[in-house]
Structure formats: structure tokens, C-alpha cells
């Protein structure tokens, strides 16, 4: 049995759908009801909800934004949409923050209740056959003979490698690249685990799965695998048809851009799970990273941040990476208690430095800031000097030069272009304005930086 959560703004509309609908019918049992997506959240804290129904227009929190929460905190729950609306880009924008259907509540009629929740209910056992036929697939992958990789913990000459697998008794090992090498499935298994239990400078992969996997892909999957004293390892491999339909990347840019695991211990769960299961690309974990450094030393100057950023980047493996992240994750936590604002305002503004950041245009206004984390013009742009130590104002004329600090450095575009790509439509005034904030005028800098370039 399903326990199914209504959450709509208007009461009539939830004691009529919680009335006339055949819940029992397809073994759904009526959990709660909610008016908000906050009393949603709340509710949700202490009871187990699998189906959501949700508005998309409501106050205190829309429809979206509770669709956005409950996919960081509760992955497993259904996202069912209640919309007055049919138009196709609505309804497509709500089909892409997670729901599985949607229900257009001015055509509910006793004649369509039934169909409705059929359609759900097939909807949800088609996506938990998918579920168990990727695990199948991947489970009769073990049952087939694995492909057996030998590779070094740590860089070495083709040629010594050459040598010890020989003097090991090893004679046909087929280097692949990047220190891994290929051993004839002739060799027993315990030999080569005897091997590398004796002379620790090698590790014993065995490959399931997908045989047409590259070195690079087994790289990949040793930075999540990879133990300090481990030698044996079973890689499982995703088959083509392992492929999620969802885009894992943007998922995870959502989740930790949100920047809600820094004081969430259920998001903060649910990332770390969701790397785990997705293992996204090593260089998309290190620009996460990086951009978030960048963004809390404005807010928390720290000189142990500064001293191991470095460190933080470097990370040769996913276990000493999820150290390093859990230890700037209580080092920000720190800087955060001694702020005169709550958690929620400090991630807000953390939000806002990073859209303001990403702006293509650099031209945009406070009030749209505001708007994008749901803080009133007045009180964001308070908060944001407490907190920041800057006005939004200059903040923003900061981003705006060091744009065209870009430009001129990198493009031989006119300065007028430069300054309209930097927020300005007045090329002189833009022009006055760097000079009082870099000493020199744009076009001195360009020659500037030409000079120091040509410079040996």
C-alpha cells in the first residue's frame, strides 16, 4: 500500500479529492492533506509519504519549490501534479522538476477518477520494472567471466612493470595505458591475489559488465572504489541499456548548489548517496568545489580555507574527497553560527552569489535577485551588506569589471562591445568607471596585458 499526501491551497479541493477518488481501489491509503508546500515538508518529517499530490499555485511555498525540496530530501516519493493549466510548456516544466503525470483539476469527474489513478498506478509499476530490470542486467553480469586488470598504485615505467609481472611469472600482461594492463584469463585468479598481497605496489580488477569499457572509464571508477590497503576489486560496470533517462549532472548541480546539505543532515545523506550511485565525472566534483570555496571565502575569510584549497582539489579518490568536503562542510557550519542570521538567510545569500556569478549579462537589477531566492528588494539588500560587507551595488560593479577584465584580456572586441557585454550601454561612462576602480582605462589595460603576455 501507497500512503498518498494531497497538498492544495484550497480546502475544497482536498477533501473533494480525498473523498470521491477510489483510493482503496488501487491500494492507495490517504496519508494526510496539506495547504502549503512548508506544511507538506513538515508533514512529511514524521510520517512516510510515497505519493505526493501537489499544486503548483500556492502560497507560503509554490507547487515547484515543494517539488524541488522533496526531491533532495525524499527521492523515492511520486510527484503527481494538480494544475488548472493545460497548456504544454506548463505542464512540460513541471514533467521536468520530477513528476511522473499531472491532473488537470477543472476536468476531475467522477467518469476520469478511475482512469486517472490507473494511469498513475501503471506509470509507477513501469518505472519499478525499469528499476528491477537494471538490476537484473547488472546482476547477470557478475555470472559471466570477468575481464582480469592488473594495475600499478602508482606511476611506473612500462619497462619495470614489464619486469615484474615477468619475474612473477606473468609473461603475456598486454599493456592498455595509464599503468593498467591486461592478463591472460589462463592465469588462475590466486596466483595474481598472491601477487598483489606480496609486493603491494599493484591491484588485482577484476571487470563485470560492460566488456567494451575503456581505461579511462576504469579510472573513473577506482576514484569512487579505491581503498588505501585494498588489493582485490570487483568493478561492475554499466551496460549501455544501464543509461539513466534523467540527467544525472543537472540533478546534481541542483542538489548542491542549493547549498541546503550544509545544515540539512537528510540532504546532505541524499548527496553523498547520490554521487555514489550516479559517480559523476571527477572534474565536475572539483568545479563544484572550487566554485564554492570561491563563493564562502567572501562570506567566512578563513586562513586554514585559503591553506587547503589545494589540498581539497587534489583529492586522488571519492573517500578522501568526502573527507575533505565533510570538513569544509563543519568549517562553513562554524562561520555560520557566529553570523547574526539564520542558516536559511546565509544560504540565500550564498544562492545569490552564485546566480550573480553564473550571469551571462551582467546587467541584471537587485529586485531580480531578490525575486530568484524569494526575499523582498529591501531586506536581501540589507542582509546582503551585513553579510557579504559589501553593497549590492558594488558587488555587482566588481563583477562587471572584472568581466571586462576578461575581455580585453582574452577577445579583440572594441571596448563599446565590451562594455555592453559588461552591463553598460555607455561605453564612456563604462570607460570612467574602470579606470576609478583599476587605475588605468580599458584600452591601457588591454596594451598592459599584451606587453606582459609578449614579455618572455
Given at each position: 500500500?501507497?500512503?498518498?499526501?494531497?497538498?492544495?491551497?484550497?480546502?475544497?479541493?482536498?477533501?473533494?479529492l480525498?473523498s470521491?477518488?477510489?483510493?482503496?481501489?488501487?491500494?492507495?491509503?490517504?496519508?494526510?492533506?496539506?495547504?502549503?508546500?512548508?506544511?507538506?515538508?513538515?508533514?512529511?518529517?514524521?510520517?512516510?509519504?510515497?505519493?505526493?499530490?501537489?499544486?503548483?499555485?500556492?502560497?507560503?511555498?509554490?507547487?515547484?519549490?515543494l517539488?524541488?525540496?522533496?526531491?533532495?530530501?525524499?527521492?523515492?516519493?511520486?510527484?503527481?501534479?494538480?494544475?488548472?493549466?493545460q497548456?504544454?510548456?506548463?505542464?512540460?516544466?513541471?514533467?521536468?522538476?520530477?513528476a511522473?503525470?499531472?491532473?488537470?483539476?477543472?476536468?476531475?469527474?467522477?467518469?476520469h477518477?478511475?482512469?486517472?489513478?490507473?494511469?498513475?498506478?501503471?506509470?509507477?509499476?513501469?518505472?519499478?520494472?525499469?528499476?528491477?530490470?537494471?538490476?537484473?542486467v547488472?546482476?547477470?553480469?557478475?555470472?559471466?567471466?570477468?575481464?582480469?586488470?592488473?594495475?600499478?598504485?602508482?606511476?611506473?615505467?612500462?619497462?619495470?612493470?614489464?619486469?615484474?609481472?615477468?619475474?612473477?611469472?606473468?609473461?603475456?600482461?598486454?599493456?592498455?595505458?595509464?599503468?593498467?594492463?591486461?592478463?591472460p584469463?589462463?592465469?588462475?585468479?590466486?596466483?595474481?591475489?598472491?601477487?598483489?598481497?606480496?609486493?603491494?605496489?599493484?591491484?588485482?580488477?577484476?571487470?563485470?559488465?560492460?566488456?567494451?569499457?575503456?581505461?579511462?572509464?576504469?579510472r573513473?571508477?577506482?576514484?569512487?572504489?579505491?581503498?588505501?590497503?585494498?588489493?582485490?576489486?570487483?568493478l561492475?560496470?554499466?551496460?549501455?541499456?544501464?543509461?539513466?533517462?534523467?540527467n544525472?549532472?543537472?540533478?546534481?548541480?541542483?542538489?548542491?548548489?542549493?547549498?541546503?546539505?550544509?545544515?540539512?543532515?537528510?540532504?546532505w545523506?541524499?548527496?553523498?548517496?547520490?554521487?555514489?550511485?550516479?559517480?559523476?565525472?571527477?572534474?565536475q566534483?572539483?568545479?563544484?568545489?572550487h566554485?564554492?570555496?570561491?563563493l564562502?571565502?567572501?562570506?567566512?575569510?578563513?586562513?586554514?580555507?585559503?591553506?587547503?584549497?589545494?589540498?581539497?582539489?587534489?583529492?586522488?579518490?571519492?573517500?578522501?574527497?568526502?573527507?575533505?568536503?565533510?570538513?569544509?562542510?563543519?568549517?562553513?557550519?562554524?562561520?555560520?553560527?557566529?553570523?547574526?542570521?539564520?542558516?536559511?538567510?546565509?544560504?540565500?545569500?550564498?544562492?545569490?552569489?552564485?546566480?550573480?556569478?553564473?550571469?551571462?549579462?551582467?546587467?541584471?537589477?537587485?529586485?531580480?535577485?531578490?525575486?530568484?531566492?524569494?526575499?523582498?528588494?529591501?531586506?536581501?539588500?540589507e542582509?546582503?551588506?551585513?553579510?557579504?560587507?559589501?553593497?549590492?551595488?558594488?558587488?555587482?560593479?566588481?563583477l562587471?569589471?572584472?568581466?571586462?577584465?576578461?575581455?580585453?584580456?582574452?577577445?579583440?572586441?572594441?571596448?563599446?562591445?565590451?562594455?555592453?557585454?559588461?552591463?553598460?550601454?555607455?561605453?564612456?561612462?563604462?570607460?570612467?568607471?574602470?579606470?576609478?576602480?583599476?587605475?588605468?582605462?580599458?584600452?591601457?589595460?588591454?596594451?598592459?596585458?599584451?606587453?606582459?603576455?609578449?614579455?618572455?
Amino acid at each position: 500500500m501507497l500512503n498518498v499526501l494531497i497538498v492544495d491551497d484550497e480546502r475544497l479541493v482536498r477533501k473533494g479529492l480525498i473523498s470521491t477518488m477510489p483510493w482503496e481501489k488501487y491500494d492507495l491509503h490517504i496519508a494526510g492533506e496539506a495547504g502549503n508546500g512548508r506544511a507538506a515538508l513538515d508533514f512529511m518529517e514524521k510520517h512516510r509519504v510515497d505519493l505526493l499530490f501537489v499544486d503548483l499555485t500556492m502560497p507560503v511555498m509554490s507547487g515547484f519549490e515543494l517539488m524541488k525540496a522533496v526531491r533532495m530530501k525524499y527521492p523515492m516519493t511520486w510527484l503527481v501534479v494538480l494544475t488548472c493549466h493545460q497548456d504544454f510548456d506548463y505542464i512540460q516544466e513541471a514533467m521536468r522538476a520530477g513528476a511522473i503525470d499531472y491532473v488537470v483539476k477543472t476536468q476531475l469527474d467522477k467518469e476520469h477518477m478511475d482512469g486517472i489513478l490507473l494511469r498513475i498506478i501503471q506509470r509507477i509499476e513501469f518505472e519499478q520494472m525499469n528499476q528491477a530490470a537494471r538490476t537484473t542486467v547488472s546482476n547477470n553480469g557478475t555470472n559471466e567471466s570477468p575481464i582480469i586488470l592488473i594495475a600499478g598504485r602508482s606511476p611506473a615505467a612500462p619497462d619495470d612493470v614489464y619486469a615484474i609481472l615477468h619475474d612473477a611469472g606473468f609473461h603475456s600482461a598486454t599493456a592498455m595505458g595509464d599503468n593498467i594492463w591486461s592478463v591472460p584469463s589462463a592465469i588462475h585468479e590466486a596466483a595474481l591475489r598472491r601477487f598483489v598481497a606480496r609486493t603491494d605496489e599493484f591491484i588485482l580488477l577484476k571487470v563485470h559488465g560492460n566488456k567494451q569499457t575503456s581505461v579511462s572509464e576504469i579510472r573513473h571508477y577506482m576514484f569512487y572504489e579505491y581503498e588505501q590497503h585494498r588489493n582485490v576489486y570487483d568493478l561492475q560496470l554499466p551496460l549501455p541499456e544501464d543509461v539513466q533517462a534523467w540527467n544525472a549532472r543537472d540533478l546534481l548541480d541542483e542538489l548542491w548548489f542549493s547549498y541546503h546539505w550544509l545544515h540539512d543532515e537528510k540532504i546532505w545523506d541524499n548527496l553523498i548517496a547520490l554521487i555514489e550511485r550516479t559517480k559523476p565525472d571527477t572534474g565536475q566534483l572539483r568545479d563544484m568545489l572550487h566554485q564554492s570555496v570561491e563563493l564562502w571565502r567572501e562570506l567566512f575569510p578563513n586562513r586554514e580555507l585559503d591553506e587547503r584549497e589545494a589540498e581539497w582539489l587534489s583529492s586522488g579518490f571519492w573517500k578522501e574527497y568526502k573527507r575533505c568536503v565533510g570538513d569544509l562542510r563543519n568549517q562553513i557550519r562554524n562561520g555560520m553560527k557566529q553570523s547574526a542570521y539564520s542558516d536559511e538567510i546565509i544560504i540565500a545569500i550564498m544562492k545569490a552569489l552564485y546566480f550573480m556569478k553564473k550571469l551571462e549579462h551582467t546587467s541584471i537589477n537587485r529586485d531580480l535577485i531578490a525575486a530568484k531566492i524569494n526575499m523582498s528588494s529591501g531586506y536581501f539588500s540589507e542582509c546582503f551588506k551585513d553579510i557579504t560587507g559589501r553593497t549590492f551595488g558594488d558587488y555587482m560593479k566588481d563583477l562587471q569589471i572584472d568581466k571586462a577584465k576578461a575581455l580585453l584580456e582574452t577577445t579583440p572586441l572594441p571596448i563599446y562591445r565590451i562594455a555592453e557585454l559588461s552591463g553598460y550601454k555607455d561605453d564612456k561612462y563604462f570607460s570612467k568607471i574602470f579606470r576609478e576602480r583599476v587605475g588605468i582605462n580599458p584600452a591601457e589595460y588591454r596594451k598592459t596585458h599584451e606587453r606582459s603576455r609578449l614579455t618572455p
